[in-house]
């Protein structure tokens, strides 16, 4: 009954709001002034892909809108004439001018910018969304720019590049783990075509789950988390699959060093509906073979991607996509087997309902799953499988009222299934019984709705609310802790049965004042709540850590934020630069009691320590978009900190991710027509880290006794990485263009610390020494990318 | 022994990571009473040792606490420890015709002649836990095991299914102990054998690239089976994985929880032994 009531509310606010700016629109207008509605779909010339976040800017208003991810845009405008000039990062800019006196339909194909370097005519109405959008605290990067980024064993890398942003944080030398302002890696929400992807990782981390040639489009909310977005504390990583070529046949493809990978796309029906098919594996086992040692001809070790996306366009009005991901690391050796990974599955259909309201309604299925074992035979021979799967639908869709009003409003319900753990004996001569956590399941369900207003000349508004429920639903066995975290007893609770539901408002603002689209001040508070969170307590972590939800015993976690800043383009916005603060509290963050156990463990509840979280900072950006030159240039000051009950005796102790100073400096710079060279150099203060302070020797050991939790640091970490790419001849019409990319990592060679490790010498037992561990020194890598069109 | 077989995978996949020793600078923290030392099933003397912490970076053998008075109970009786060598050693040890008696609870009770950080009495107690009967035990060789093979330690015994039990293995290879240090000794829970019969169970690797630490052909070899408290058994865990700093999976540093109250650390523990014995064949 409570729920419905909360849903009810919700609709009345929705309903509210869009009555009053239908209302505020009319009052402002009068009603003389009719008005039309301009809209369509802006793509890719040379291959058809819809162009997301594209502008369509009108000259004589000063206003304009923005493509949304599927490349549609819609502007309502009173009866007149107007110039329209549709431009997009990398693109000709395109002005045409309109009689509008009915409502028109202008979809419209963007020509890309060749690699030969014309003079280019640079316009005023370049890409100016930095300072005019009411949208701070996130940064869009096309897959052209990553791939630009100089990589770890050549292996472009989406993850790798975020890890680059201001106010982004690695978790440790070639992780795929990221900290976003202060909070911790399970905080951010991965999705892949809408599909939450639980583990990014392949090979511990090295390498990330996403095959860049199959990727179009990312985007990272930092803060002012948009309300149709919902689950996680601290940001959300939205990253978009290539729909396919719709006009020719393509083959890209790259051979590495460590992977190779290959992608075939192209129309099925020109122009209405295409493919994309993209794979990558990696190969270092298949040369085990021709090892010497014997013990290793029969090892397995490698991770496969892949990608697959139809899209159909039926008509103006409706478009369908079916997209896919499966990857998978396998390992094994004489003793032990293991394999894990992610697969996703989204089904779309973009509906416009008028030239003015869009919709999208997607079925979305995602699993993450891995595998532990032995061989058979034995008496110790064990397999043991865990996995999480969700099925969830989700509606939706934008109103575009007016110039002055875009309107959000949607809802979403996944149903996850949790099966955490269960290990077993195998083979006839096993001796191991079975150890299961039981499984469980839950419903989490969104429902939101947002505004984004345009008040006079200078102000915008955006205000929207998101209610979040999560409802644990039987079967399922909960169990009760005392208060020194002992279970005591359990209930079972039958399938069906809603034995815990959880609800929380979700507030969303922004605002933006701008002085004359030059420079503008805007200012964002957003609500989180957070169900669901890794048992994790290493910084890094393995593929084996899982997922729990919360439950009568686990709060879901809350954050607030509030950010501030500065933004300001120079030079016909060919530099964005921005300056933005914020602080971020985040109650019932999770933590583990010392030694905790995480691994199959029923009572993995009671291993819960709760706290609050905090953490601020000053991020500063400039972005160059120059022709030749292109990058940008960040520093981040800023502090995270924990204070959780149980932990450091209670008091407050700096976060893992807690680097007060980071810089990241990523430039490319094109040389000429057949040459280009790229460079990284990133900076931070060393992680916090907890050392040993005083000795005791125990049973012929020597065992630490620590200093309050993270009291010192590791070194400062800083790593120069550079990559020069060699293109083969281009000519108009030429087929078949290929170029060769060199990248080394950590061009000083530098040893920067992985983790510090306390050792007894072997020799004499009464001295210790601090012996540091590095991944990487300097490695060097080459990789061929090749390109093959039908044309 | 499944969660140590992760460890195991997840270590064989790093790619060789490279070490240097570095210097690291260090703050003091204040002294603290070590107790380290066990009673158990059989008649025989048995010593515990006390120390007093010192800073890390110390290097030298750490200090004795001499001149304690040091006595066990075990509710109807007491024992007095006497320091082995007075005033020097800081080792205590029971009278020769001790004998722990199994389930009884026993209290360590030490009373120093000179504080430490402020406290000068301290207790420990620990309940002394029945053992299964260790039926026998066996050696396999798995040749194709790391570099120069493998040799696992099996043995057969029924797990009890009533209770829940934790199991201390300590190995003696021609009457000497193998295990000689906290970190080569063997903890395990029933987890995954409870009420079963133990079947040639692995319950001890020994790398053979280890000379000093591996068996051989020919050689005797005793297998101590402990049965321990579950307070023993995750001090014991918590020392192993203390010190271990793997950002894959080792969690943020903790000090170890024992079992001495007012700020003492270490353990005295009490457990009950079986044996089994058997000489070695490839």
């Known amino acids: 009954m409570i729920q419905s009531k909360h849903l009810l509310f919700l609709f009345l606010f929705l309903f509210l709001f869009i009555f009053s700016s239908t209302f505020t629109v009319s009052g402002n207008q009068g009603d003389k002034n009719k008005h039309y509605t301009i809209s369509g779909k802006i793509t890719d010339k040379t291959n058809g892909e819809a162009l997301v976040g594209a502008t369509v ?357 996944v149903y996850h299934m949790f099966y955490p753990g269960q290990a077993k004996g195998i083979g006839a001569q096993t001796v191991i019984n079975e150890v299961k956590v039981p499984n469980n399941y839950a419903f989490e369900t969104g429902i939101y709705g947002s505004n984004e207003q345009r008040i006079g000349e200078h102000f915008t508004v955006k205000y929207g609310l998101r209610l979040s429920m999560f409802q644990n639903t039987g079967p399922g066995t909960v169990f009760h802790f005392d208060s020194s975290y002992k279970a005591i007893d359990s209930t079972i609770y039958k399938a069906g049965t809603v034995y815990q539901t959880y609800y929380g408002w979700e507030p969303r603002l922004g605002l933006l004042y701008d002085f004359n689209a030059k420079h503008s001040i805007k200012a964002s508070y957003a609500r989180t709540y957070q169900y669901l969170q890794l048992a994790q307590n290493s910084t890094v972590g393995t593929p084996l850590d899982i997922w729990f939800a919360a439950s009568p015993n686990v709060k879901p976690q809350i954050a607030d934020q509030i950010a501030a800043g500065y933004f300001r383009n120079f030079r016909h916005n060919t530099i964005e630069t921005s300056i933005e603060g914020y602080y971020k509290w985040m109650n019932n963050v999770i933590d583990f009691k010392d030694f905790a156990n995480l691994i199959l463990n029923n009572k993995l509840e009671g291993e819960i320590r709760n706290g609050k979280g905090w953490s601020y900072g000053v991020e500063i950006l400039v972005r160059l978009n120059e022709e030749r030159l292109n990058g940008w240039v960040s520093y981040t000051w800023s502090r995270s900190f924990r204070q959780i009950n149980g932990i450091n005796d209670g008091n407050p102790y700096p976060a893992p991710y807690d680097k007060p100073n980071s810089v990241s400096v990523v430039l490319n710079y094109i040389l000429g027509k057949r040459w280009s060279i790229g460079a990284t150099w990133v900076y931070a203060t060393g992680a916090p880290v907890t050392f040993p302070t005083g000795r005791a020797e125990i049973g012929g050991k020597i065992v630490s006794i620590y200093s309050d939790r993270n009291q010192y640091r590791y070194q400062d970490y800083h790593r120069l990485d550079l990559s020069v790419t060699f293109s083969g001849k281009q000519k108009p019409g030429r087929k078949f263009n290929w170029d060769l990319n060199f990248s080394v990592y950590n061009l000083y060679n530098r040893h920067n610390t992985w983790s510090i490790n306390f050792v007894q010498d072997n020799e004499n037992p009464n001295v210790t020494y601090a012996e540091k561990v590095y991944l990487f020194g300097i490695i060097p890598s080459v990789t061929f990318n090749f390109h093959f069109n039908n044309d | 022994m499944i969660k140590k077989f992760r460890h195991i995978v997840v270590v064989s996949m790093l790619i060789a990571a490279c070490t240097e020793k570095i210097n690291v600078n260090l703050d003091s923290t204040y002294t603290r009473l070590v107790v380290d030392g066990n009673i158990a099933s059989d008649t025989a003397t048995y010593q515990i040792r006390l120390t007093k912490t010192a800073d890390y970076f110390f290097n030298e053998p750490v200090p004795p606490v001499t001149r304690a008075s040091v006595f066990l109970s075990d509710g109807e009786n007491i024992f007095p420890l006497a320091e082995t060598k007075p005033g020097i050693s800081g080792i205590y040890s029971t009278d020769s015709t001790f004998v722990g008696k199994k389930d009884k609870t026993y209290t360590l009770h030490i009373d120093l002649s000179e504080p430490i950080s402020g406290e000068s009495a301290f207790d420990a107690i620990c309940k002394l836990n029945h053992v299964t009967h260790l039926d026998s035990i066996g050696t396999v060789f798995e040749p194709d095991w790391g570099k120069e093979g493998i040799w696992k330690i099996k043995l057969w015994a029924q797990e009890p299914g009533n209770e829940v039990n934790y199991y201390l293995f300590n190995l003696y290879r021609n009457g000497k102990l193998l295990t000689d240090t906290i970190t080569k000794k063997v903890v395990s829970d029933d987890k995954f054998y409870n009420g079963s019969y133990m079947n040639g169970v692995d319950v001890i690797y020994l790398n053979n690239a280890h000379k000093w630490e591996t068996i051989n052909p020919g050689d005797t070899i005793i297998l101590q089976m402990s049965g321990i408290t579950e307070e023993y058994y995750n001090f014991i865990m918590q020392v192993q994985q203390s010190g271990l700093n793997i950002p894959f999976f080792s969690g943020p540093p903790a000090n170890v929880k024992g079992n001495i109250d007012h700020g003492g650390i270490g353990f005295f523990a009490a457990y009950s032994n079986s044996f089994a014995k058997t000489i070695v064949h490839r």
């Not at chain 1, 940064?139 to 993850?159: C, S």
């Open chain 1, 57 to 413: 800017f009108i000259r004589e208003l000063k206003t304009g809108a923005v493509s949304d991810v599927y490349g549609n845009y819609s502007l309502t405008l009173d009866e007149g004439n107007y110039t329209l000039v549709f431009s997009y990062i990398g693109y000709k800019t395109h002005e045409q001018v309109i009689i509008l006196t009915m409502n028109i339909a202008l979809s419209f194909e963007l020509e890309p910018y060749q690699q030969q370097l014309k003079e280019v005519e640079i316009t005023s109405e370049k890409n100016d969304r930095n300072v005019v959008k009411p949208e701070m605290s996130t940064f869009r990067m096309d897959i052209k720019t990553i791939q630009r980024i100089p990589a770890l064993m050549g292996e472009v890398d989406v993850i790798k590049a975020i890890q680059l942003l201001p106010g982004v944080q690695s978790v440790g030398e070639g992780s795929s783990g990221f900290s976003v302002r202060g909070g911790s890696p399970d905080q951010n929400l991965i999705l892949l075509d809408e599909a939450t992807v639980y583990n990014a990782s392949h090979l511990m981390g090295f390498f990330s789950v996403f095959n860049n040639d199959a990727i179009k489009d990312v985007k990272l909310y930092k803060g002012d988390i948009p309300a149709n977005y919902g689950g996680r504390l601290s940001s959300v990583l939205d990253i978009r699959m290539n729909e396919g070529n719709s006009k020719k046949y393509e083959i890209n493809g790259g051979i590495g060093i460590i992977a190779s990978r290959l992608t075939v796309e192209g129309p099925i029906q020109k122009d209405r509906s295409s493919f994309i098919i993209s794979g990558r594996r990696t190969y270092a086992d298949l040369f085990l073979p021709l090892s010497s040692d014997k013990a290793l001809q029969n090892n397995k070790l490698y991770f496969y991607d892949l990608n697959a996306k139809v899209n159909y366009r039926i008509n103006e009005n409706n478009q369908i996509f079916l997209s896919g991901y499966f990857g998978r690391d396998v390992f094994s050796n004489g003793f032990a087997r293991m394999n894990w990974g992610n697969e996703t599955g989204t089904f779309r259909w973009n509906h416009l309902f008028s030239k003015q309201l869009f919709s999208n309604f997607s079925f979305i299925y995602s699993n993450y799953s891995y595998f532990l074992g032995t061989p058979d035979g034995n008496n110790n021979s064990f397999e043991w499988n865990s996995n999480l799967r969700d099925l969830g639908i989700k509606g939706d869709f934008s109103y575009y009222l007016n110039t002055k009003n875009t309107i959000k409003f949607g809802a979403s319900v």
